[in-house]
């Protein structure tokens, strides 16, 4: 059985209750809060950065082509500049060269390239985007002086390299714009393992 | 005894130390074995505190540089699982940089709501965390000499430091993360200016931006002033001399994340981004070059993944007819080299020892057999972890034995 609440305990309920608890709940908060301070929104210790200052240094070409610089070049121009400054590692026309062949490997089916370990893997059959040619000539390209080609130079180099794998014609000529455009054999066979079958 | 006293006794130590050092370094000079001469080291002073500490003259313990291009860290002459930062195993795509920590910066954009720039005296301010990881190559299977192979020569491409920095997520939260961002660019300082994109969520997980490793400064063949760590994760992740992080919306596809650090398959796809070290186990005593004699001995070696911990090791001593779990030397830390052990008596007769490995998540290191069929022979050199062993001959030598 249910006694009816009193005008009195009504309001206290439904009124100085809740607010009595808020009270005591806050300074519960307020003892027992870690000193301030001690985890800031935010410690304040980096610098602004300036975005000529960024500039200067955010190189990465990705592979819709962001990040591409001006420029343009042919594989006609690109084919002078490889004999001298990349020839002696890579092999003239990219083959048989001391440091890693880039041409002169059909384009094999991967299956072949995992059973068969004398197959060398190479721009044409290996490497999924044309874009990443440019990005890492400009990072690491020629050896012996890397950061040395200008644009213009890197575009002509990265498309005699990729003529030299019979993906763009010898008078083509390379740009932001066209370069990302190009069909790389090896695409669509690259899968991320999170995506893939475990296998030892 | 009075103060005048007291100096002059100081005086007259300090007098007789001096003669001994010079009467050695007088002997040097003559040509003179120090060593042969004295033969007691109860009967002569020792050397005197030095700025700088060295090994014994009895250790002769290196890395081995390989292939113009790595350093092998020496499994086979190390104990417990920490590998002094002058033998941590060295792979550089363009050579060290010298960097001045001075003029050193790192710049966080992209993707982020205040593109941010820190000198490493700033890195350092920040709240600091300090763990202990290995970090391996992902091309970590080399035994080109074939049954004469020592341990470091299968897999020397792999140490483990004390490492200390920042997290990367207190460096990201600084920025703030923009809707969108799902991919952290990380860039090198060195000729190369290599490069790799990192899923924010490792970035957000247990990524640190580290300045210190076995309690100094981070040598400079490990990244000085400053390396990405990713615990568990292959090594060419971890970027040194790091320069730049940029907050993406995919990944760059850089070279070593496309045409290198890939792994054909034999059915047919590449995969791409198989970050994590998965688990491996080598035994680093007995092992070639060692010559054993019968008796008991230590069956001892290293285990580790990059899933986590190492929950189990288990030996054969007879070609991998019987397993027995080893010893696991405690703390078992995620993502570290484990130390395991197991007391063996040989018995004079030619035998096979193998270890195989088992992590926290049941992932059991695997036969060469199984992982050239599964992947193919072609499908090397990265991510190559196979049970590997040692056949014992009658006289005590050890054969590296990779058909476990």
Redesign the interface.
């Known amino acids: 059985m249910t006694t009816p609440l009193s005008r009195l305990q009504y309001v206290f309920l439904t009124a100085l209750l809740p607010a009595l608890l808020c009270a005591i709940s806050l300074t519960a908060a307020e003892l027992f809060a870690a000193p301030q301070d001690t985890v800031p929104e935010?410690?304040g210790?980096?610098?602004?950065?300036d975005?000529e200052?960024?500039a200067r240094?955010?190189?990465?070409?990705?592979?819709d082509g962001r990040g591409l610089p001006e420029g343009k070049g042919t594989a006609r121009e690109g084919q002078i500049i490889y004999e001298a400054a990349c020839a002696h590692c890579h092999g003239s026309e990219g083959r048989d060269g001391p440091n890693g062949s880039l041409a002169g490997v059909p384009q094999y089916?991967?299956?072949e390239?995992?059973?068969?370990?004398?197959?060398k893997?190479t721009?044409g059959n290996?490497?999924?985007?044309a874009?990443?040619l440019f990005?890492?000539l400009r990072?690491?390209m020629p050896?012996d002086k890397?950061?040395s080609l200008s644009n213009d130079e890197l575009y002509a180099v990265t498309a005699y390299v990729l003529h030299l794998n019979g993906l763009v014609d010898e008078l083509a000529t390379l740009g932001a714009g066209t370069l990302p455009l190009i069909d790389m054999p090896?695409r669509e066979?690259?899968?991320?393992?999170?995506e893939?079958?475990e296998?030892? | 005894m009075s103060r005048d006293s007291r100096d002059a006794a100081l005086e007259t130590s300090r007098r007789r130390l001096l003669a001994v050092a010079t009467g050695g370094a007088a002997a040097g000079l003559l040509g003179m074995s120090v060593r042969g001469a004295e033969t007691d080291p109860t009967r002569v002073q020792g050397r005197l505190p030095s700025a700088l500490g060295q090994r014994s003259g009895f250790e002769m313990v290196e890395r081995t540089p390989a292939f113009g291009v790595v350093s092998l860290t020496p499994l086979e002459s190390l104990y417990g699982t920490i590998t002094p930062a002058d033998l941590h195993f060295e792979r550089h795509h363009a050579g060290i940089p010298e960097i001045d920590p001075q003029s050193h910066e790192l710049l966080l954009h992209g993707l982020v709501e205040r593109p941010l720039s820190w000198s490493v005296a700033a890195l350092k301010r920040y709240p600091s965390v300090t763990r202990t990881c290995f970090i391996e190559c992902s091309g970590n299977y080399f035994p080109t000499a074939g049954e004469l192979s020592p341990p470091h020569l299968v897999c020397g491409l792999t140490s483990q430091s004390e490492w200390t920095g920042v997290p990367l997520a207190t460096l990201l939260r600084e920025a703030g993360v923009r809707s969108g961002g799902s991919w952290v660019l990380a860039e090198g300082s060195d000729a190369a200016v290599m490069s790799r994109s990192i899923p924010l969520e490792k970035c957000l997980d247990d990524a640190l931006v580290v300045y210190a490793q076995n309690g100094e400064a981070i040598r400079p063949a490990q990244g000085y002033p400053i390396r990405l760590l990713l615990p568990g994760w292959e090594g060419n992740t971890n970027v040194k001399w790091l320069r730049r992080l940029e907050v993406t919306d995919g990944p760059s596809m850089a070279r070593d994340e496309t045409s290198k650090y890939t792994e054909p398959m034999r059915d047919g796809y590449i995969r791409q981004f198989s970050f994590e070290i998965e688990a491996r186990s080598i035994i680093t005593h007995p092992a070639c070059p060692a010559v054993i004699e019968p008796g008991w001995q230590e069956i001892r070696g290293l285990a580790w993944s990059g899933r986590g911990r190492i929950s189990r090791v288990e030996v054969s001593s007879d070609g991998g007819k019987r397993w027995q779990d080893a010893r696991l030397q405690g703390p078992v830390l995620p993502k570290a080299h484990t130390r395991f052990g197991l007391p063996w008596k040989w018995d004079g007769q030619a035998t096979e020892l193998l270890s195989r490995a088992t992590d926290e998540t049941g992932y059991v290191q695997p036969t060469l057999k199984t992982i050239l069929k599964e992947r193919g022979p072609g499908s090397g050199p990265y991510h190559f972890n196979p049970i590997v062993g040692w056949r014992v001959l009658r006289d005590g030598e050890l054969r590296f034995n990779p058909t476990g």
Do not use: K
């Not at chain 1, 390239?113 to 197959?119: I, M, T």
């Not at chain 1, 290996?126 to 985007?129: R, V």
């Open positions: 935010g410690y210790l980096g610098r602004p950065a975005p200052a960024i240094i955010d190189i990465d070409v990705m592979p089916a991967v299956t390239l995992a059973d068969d370990r004398s197959l893997r721009v290996y490497w999924p985007y874009t990443t990005d890492y990072r690491a050896f890397p950061g090896a066979r690259f899968q991320p393992a999170s893939a079958r296998q030892p």
